[in-house]
């Protein structure tokens, strides 16, 4: 792993270097040459209002951030947004994934807020109840109380998954929690921008507060003008590219700027060069086209194919992200996702050569993914947001993989996959032509292009050198799910 940590500053991002990483762990190296880390400057404080907090007088984390934000010099901090909280352990948009995206280093949680019937700002990210909650409708058609009744689902919500104890938070509980600990983007809250501002002002978290929008510049200068203490994120993108100009000497701490290819207008290296001299770079890295390919899975893979180049080409210095844990880890060590030390991870989409029959089971003909990287195979790969792995999982197919054991030992096998769908499916693994192992369920991500690490509790014993792992899926459970990676890891 790295020895060397990585400043976490714009400058010593640019002096990462990277090797590649192999297919047995332990070898990525990343190193750092970042200089000295200025003192953030905070010239353009407002002072008019105090600060939310605990008043003690110590500065918090949320104090820190805002300090943070409003510094976008050359040593600037990178700030990190967890998109609609930390979904990967509560849901969306709840009070404890506000607290864990907090819990897991974010300094911003990126959260959505609507109006109620009763004009209540409430945090939803759709404009109905029906993806994250047990309720049905749109969410100005509920007064508040009635939108108390409903309850989460768990992570991204969806038709089949299950629902938790969590209610749907007003924004004024969302801000109380987050007063100490950092700040908070107010996405699809421009149209209700007056009844959020009297939420800041009535909790004390103007500061926490970052409003959004790509509305016309005089409507938000005329917001800015009568609210000097908001904080504004102008979304940019080539279809108001003027707005830039149009803002004058009177800039938006930031820009959040979107470019659904590196060809942009928006994406050029002049253009940033003089936004980021203005004000923060904000990027988005959750999937295609808000950055180009530039993603959470494809920085997972190699940082250089994603955050390293939003960072250093794109001179985004705050991130959103469905990935706070990764991209942390990644600004803290320079690695994406690296193989550990004596684990072995096989990609699913290189299975054994030798084609159907032999290397694999696949029940329809050819490959209905969108990625051609096993020419004349039947094996479904596809790419999700630059994630690559074998999806049409169906009953009755299996896949078997070559895999070169460092050191013998005993090694339990887990899967990174993918699925909206509960249950989503079953598998055993079967280790050099031996018995098939115990079934093992794959449960719901929320989504097909979500993957999470899942453990199988199968667990083998292999001497050092190569073996096969073939992966079979009964046809008599329900199958619909994607598998990213294999990887064994050595236990006691
Ligand atoms: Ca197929
Ligand atoms: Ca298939
Ligand atoms: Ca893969």
Redesign the pocket.
């Known amino acids: 792993m790295a020895s060397t940590r990585l400043r976490r500053t714009v400058t010593s991002a640019l002096a990462v270097t990277l090797t590649a990483a192999a297919a047995v762990g332990g070898t990525t190296a990343a190193t750092s040459t970042g200089g000295a880390e200025a003192a953030p400057t905070t010239d353009k404080a407002p002072s008019t209002l105090a600060f939310g907090g605990n008043g003690q007088g110590g500065r918090t984390d949320a104090e820190r951030a805002y300090r943070d934000l409003l510094d976008h010099g050359k040593n600037a901090k990178i700030l990190t947004a967890a998109h609609r909280g930390q979904w990967r352990v509560a849901p969306e948009n709840s009070l404890p994934a506000i607290e864990a995206a907090f819990d897991d280093g974010a300094e911003i949680v990126e959260l959505d807020v609507r109006l109620t019937a009763d004009g209540v700002p409430v945090l939803m990210h759709d404009t109905t109840v029906d993806r994250t909650t047990d309720g049905t409708g749109e969410v100005s058609s509920f007064t508040l109380a009635e939108i108390k009744e409903l309850r989460l689902k768990e992570h991204l919500g969806g038709a089949q998954t299950a629902l938790t104890d969590e209610r749907v938070p007003t924004l004024a509980e969302a801000m109380e929690l987050v007063a100490d600990r950092g700040l908070v983007n107010l996405d699809k809250g421009w149209p209700a921008r007056e009844e959020i501002w009297d939420v800041l002002v009535d909790t004390g978290t103007v500061r926490n507060g970052l409003f959004k929008s790509d509305a016309p510049v005089d409507e938000v200068q005329a917001f800015r003008e009568s609210h000097p203490d908001a904080l504004y994120l102008h979304m940019i993108s080539d279809d108001n590219l003027a707005s830039f100009d149009e803002f004058g000497d009177d800039q938006p701490v930031g820009y959040e700027v979107v470019f659904g290819t590196e060809q942009d207008a928006v994406a050029r290296a002049p253009f940033l060069e003089r936004m980021a001299g203005e004000a923060r770079v904000w990027a988005n890295s959750m999937w295609d086209g808000l950055a180009d390919h530039l993603t959470d899975e494809a920085s997972l893979v190699d940082p250089s194919r994603g955050w390293e180049r939003l960072v250093t080409t794109f001179r985004a210095s705050m991130v959103q992200t469905d990935d706070v844990e990764a991209i942390e880890r990644w600004l803290r060590t320079g690695e994406g996702d690296a193989v550990p030390r004596g684990s072995v991870r096989v ?3 290189d299975f054994a050569p030798g084609g159907a029959g032999v290397a694999y089971h696949d029940v329809d003909a050819g490959n209905r993914g969108n990625l051609d990287m096993r020419p004349g195979e039947d094996v479904d790969i596809s790419d999700a947001d630059g ?3 074998v999806s049409w999982l169906r009953g009755g197919e299996w896949l078997t993989y070559e895999v070169d054991v460092p050191r013998t030992g005993r090694y339990e096998l887990s899967a990174r996959v993918s699925s909206p769908y509960t249950p989503a499916g079953v598998y055993t693994v079967s280790f050099d032509g031996g018995p098939e192992s115990e079934r093992v369920d794959v449960l719901s991500t929320t989504s097909h292009d979500k993957q999470e690490v899942q453990a199988s509790g199968v667990v083998q014993h292999l001497t050092q050198g190569r073996h096969t792992v073939r992966v079979s899926l009964p046809d008599d459970a329900f199958q619909n799910w994607n598998l ?2 294999l990887q064994l890891d050595r236990v006691r």
């Open positions: 990609q699913a989409e994630n690559v792995r990213d990676h």
